[in-house]
């Protein structure tokens, strides 16, 4: 008689026969899980009917789906099918409550193994309004020609917005408006998880509506109007109106083509970059202002996480980009 340590450690555990019929002991103080070949195997049966037309249809032998079947009502404790002499087997009332787990389950792995291939033809790209409206889309049609397989998600937003998304991994590539190069990279982390580059530097032009002076020498009884509360192109415009004149109401108008309509309406002045207004200023519904006090040009900035299944397309991306630049720029 076996006792002692050794007597309890052999009565843990307890003989199975496997699929090539080896008897194979299986630790019993352990809790029996179920597994994805449990839930695929009870949806092939349910489907098919029989044993043999769900190993048929999930490529294995009829040997190792009994197996499985087998394995599933170790887990469960009860039997899995009902067999009635002439007639085919059918599942229990445990397995039928299964079943509709079974199938969220497999389909829950589908969509993830769905998304996790999506992911890798997906760029997800943000940028600011005024790239989003006057660049992105005039260069994206080129860009899917040269990638089909590549979709591009693009989303508008603030800069600081931008970069902490980048950062987070909600977006792969950005596009922003700094007002350097060198303030725009201490924005991100400087651990090579990232690739910075600077894109084109662009103008930023004083305007008012049709019926504004010529020239501006003094804002501080005017109300500039911005896009957005903050980001680079507020900071700049700040600290130009400060020197233009000793103080200044800056308000946000939210988009740029409230600003724009501000300024039609003969409300105030606005800073923004040239080639946002070059039509604008063409068709004379709006006007650029000579001011006493010179501009600086904003940078826009370029920013990607490293990703080597992504860094060709995203640098063409980047070039098309800046050539979309060099035509707005090169338009008077």
């Given at each position: 008689?076996?006792?002692g ?8 555990w307890?003989?199975h ?8 002991f ?5 809790k029996?899980q ?5 839930f695929?195997?009870?949806?092939a049966?349910a ?11 999930l490529g294995?032998a009829?040997s190792?789906?009994s197996?499985t ?17 002439g007639s ?13 787990h079974?199938?969220s389950?497999?389909?829950a792995m ?9 992911s890798?033809l997906?760029?997800?790209?943000g940028?600011?309004e005024?790239?989003n409206?006057?660049v992105?889309?005039f260069v ?6 040269d990638?089909p397989?590549k979709?591009?998600?693009v989303?508008?937003d603030l800069?600081?917005?931008l970069h902490?998304?980048l ?6 590539l ?14 991100l ?6 690739r910075?580059?600077?894109i084109?530097?662009?103008?930023l032009?004083?305007i ?9 020498t ?6 500039i109007h911005?896009?957005d ?17 000793q ?6 108008a ?17 800073v923004?970059?040239h080639f946002v207004v070059?039509?604008?200023?063409r068709d004379?519904?709006?006007?650029a ?9 904003l ?13 060709e397309?995203i640098?063409?991306l980047?070039?098309r980009?800046a050539g ?6 090169a338009c008077?």
């Open positions: 008689m076996v006792g340590w050794f007597g309890k450690l052999a009565a843990r307890e003989p026969q496997n699929s090539d019929g080896v008897i194979v299986v630790d019993g103080c352990m029996p179920l597994e994805l070949r449990h695929a195997a009870l949806v049966l489907e098919t009917g029989t044993i043999g037309k769900a190993a048929r249809a294995v009829q190792t789906l197996e079947l087998l394995s599933l009502e170790r887990t469960l404790k009860a039997p899995v099918l009902e067999r009635h002499p085919s087997p059918r599942l229990t009332r445990a397995a039928e409550r299964l079943l509709p079974a199938h389950i497999l389909s589908e969509r993830a193994q769905v998304e996790a291939l999506t890798h997906r760029i997800n790209v940028a600011t005024s790239l409206t006057w992105l889309p994206l049609g080129e860009f899917r020609r990638y397989a979709d591009v998600q989303s508008t800069c600081e917005s902490r998304k950062a987070d991994g909600q977006l792969d950005i596009f922003t408006m700094e007002a350097s190069p060198s303030r725009a990279a201490t924005k982390p400087d651990d090579g998880a990232f910075k580059s600077t084109r530097s662009v103008p032009v004083a008012g509506g049709p019926g504004s002076p010529d020239e501006l003094d804002a501080s009884a005017l109300t911005l896009p509360p903050g980001g680079a192109l507020h900071d700049v415009v700040q600290r130009w109106a400060s020197a233009l004149s103080r200044a109401r800056i308000l946000s939210g988009t740029m083509d409230a600003v724009r309509h501000h300024l039609a309406a003969g409300d105030g002045i606005s923004l970059p070059a039509e604008h200023l004379g519904s709006l006007k202002l000579d001011t006493t006090v010179a501009l600086p040009d940078t826009v900035f370029a920013a990607a996480s490293i990703d080597d299944a992504l860094c397309p640098e063409n980047c070039g980009v979309r630049l060099d035509a707005l720029l008077p």
